[in-house]
Nanobody
Framework: QVQLVESGGGLVQAGGSLRLACAASGSILSIAYMGWYRQAPGKQRDSVAIITSSGRTNYADSVKGRFTISRDNAKNTVYLEMNSLKPEDTAVYYC??????????WGQGTQVTVSS
């Protein structure tokens, strides 16, 4: 079993910054990628950014140039640096880990609220 523990959410003014972290523990074998998704009230959960085991990254168009995903392989931790935050970035942010086997795991979510 794999556990994902997120941290770093909170309330910030528009234009501010936050850094999210997600630490993975448990039976972690052959990670395909780790990433961040977000879900605003009444909306579907969408991908924000992912990083593969080789370090390749992919971002949603809405966050390109503002968010940066990074990973510490030794700590099995993935980070999301969020700058120039906008009110539309307000959502619950979820960490996701996907193994090469296809099995995926979710964190419990962390609230990010950006005030205008």
């Amino acid at each position: 079993q794999v556990q994902l523990v997120e941290s770093g959410g909170g309330l910030v003014q528009a234009g501010g910054s936050l850094r999210l972290a997600c630490a993975a523990s448990g039976s972690i074998l052959s990670i395909a990628y780790m990433g961040w998704y977000r879900q605003a009230p009444g909306k579907q959960r969408d991908s924000v950014a992912i990083i593969t085991s080789s370090g390749r990254t992919n971002y949603a168009d809405s966050v390109k140039g503002r968010f940066t995903i990074s990973r510490d392989n030794a700590k099995n931790t993935v980070y999301l640096e969020m700058n120039s935050l906008k009110p539309e970035d307000t959502a619950v942010y979820y960490c996701n880990l996907r193994l090469l086997s296809g099995t995926g795991y979710w964190g419990q979510g962390t609230q990010v609220t950006v005030s205008s």
